[in-house]
């Protein structure tokens, strides 16, 4: 009898059929793992998250058109036509009251080098809705306007007489007693107040807890009133707020759509004092800027100015005039390519961009630490 080996009986493989393929214990967990991981990436994209975004925003030429419509118009006085570039910058806010962002958003912008996140009540106040945000931004876009256009005209040297009005009274001041939201005040110890500047100088020039004589306008009356003044800060107060009028001597419109707040104020000043004045006043240089503006002509601090600085480059600008107020915030977020002069008014303001046309523009001052 032959030998036909005497070893264990030797099985060939056989290939299970297709779908009958056990996993083992490594397997099932990339599959559980990869299951959790797109369920975690779905979840991520759609859940809300307590945060704002703040993004680059468009950046527009107040010296050009929007839509066809000039973006300023002046009417009733000479003008002379501006073809050079003074840029707006703008921030674009994801998030807040009617426009929550996602987790996803959110991750995005902590590893986005040109956004910022920001927890959502240091962007608006609590419970404030989609409505009164618009409302808020319309109304300081209108207010940013007007004060524009007040700087910009005195700037080019026309006279903006102004009426200096109480618009609220602190309710444990001693003016309380005597002064009315809407009370015009014309004097001060029988000197004439022009402006509210004028007013407020003097008040501190008075120690705290002196007694002042206000001519008053009310509704129709003609009144004098005598108010205690207190301290605040280490400055002599009345403890009222303004709301100054001006009287225009011609027409300023703007054709702004879809931007509000106040932030645009110094470019349109600019844009106005250029529209007013022969000549050009950029020589063909791109500068971009940002910054509030009040009737006197100073440049107040902005929000975003980090996102406004390379929207600024993205769209060409090589110089960004920046207020002063913002300038920790400046240092470190500089684009290359992208030079930044410090400003305090719209003074400074009109003379940084005569430098810059003329060639003058690196010895003008920028922000440092």
Request: glycine share 14%; aromatic share 4%; with cysteine.
């Amino acid at each position: 009898m032959s030998d036909v080996g005497t070893g264990p009986l030797l099985r060939a493989p056989v290939e299970e059929p297709l779908g009958t393929h056990r996993l083992g214990s490594r397997g099932r967990t990339v599959v559980v793992t990869g299951v959790l991981c797109l369920l975690l990436a779905t979840l991520v994209s759609v859940l809300p998250a307590p945060y704002a975004v703040y993004a680059p925003g468009p950046v527009t030429n107040v010296l050009g058109a929007v839509g066809g419509r000039q973006l300023i118009t002046i009417s009733g006085r000479a003008s002379y036509p501006a073809k050079g570039t003074l840029d707006m910058t703008t921030v674009e806010v994801f998030g807040g009251p009617g426009h929550k962002v996602t987790l996803r958003e959110v991750l995005q912008g902590w590893v986005s080098r040109s956004r910022a996140v920001l927890p959502v009540e240091q962007v608006f106040p609590p419970g404030q809705t989609e409505q009164q945000v618009q409302s808020e931004n319309t109304q300081e876009m209108t207010d940013s306007q007007t004060s524009a256009s007040v700087a910009g005209l005195r700037e080019a040297g026309v006279t903006v007489p102004e009426t200096v009005a109480v618009a609220d009274v602190a309710a444990g001041a001693p003016a309380a007693s005597v002064l009315k939201a809407g009370d015009v005040i014309r004097s001060v110890d029988g000197t004439a107040v022009s402006s509210s500047d004028a007013l407020r100088a003097a008040i501190t020039a008075k120690p705290a807890g002196s007694t002042l004589r206000l001519g008053l306008r009310r509704g129709g009356d003609d009144l004098e009133v005598s108010a205690s003044t207190t301290a605040q800060d280490g400055r002599t107060v009345l403890g009222i707020g303004l709301a100054p009028r001006y009287d225009l001597p011609f027409d300023v419109r703007f054709g702004t759509r879809d931007v509000g707040g106040p932030s645009a104020g110094m470019m349109f000043a600019l844009g106005i004092y250029d529209l007013l004045t022969p000549g050009e006043l950029t020589e063909g240089q791109q500068i971009a800027g940002t910054g509030t503006i009040d009737g006197a002509g100073r440049v107040g601090p902005i929000g975003g100015i980090a996102q406004k600085l390379v929207g600024a480059r993205e769209a060409g600008a090589r110089w960004f005039l920046a207020p002063a107020d913002n300038c920790d915030e400046v240092v470190g977020n500089v684009p290359d390519g992208l030079r930044v002069v410090r400003t305090s008014s719209l003074h400074e303001s009109r003379t940084a961009v005569e430098a810059i046309a003329a060639g003058r523009g690196a010895s003008l001052p920028t922000c440092t630490r």
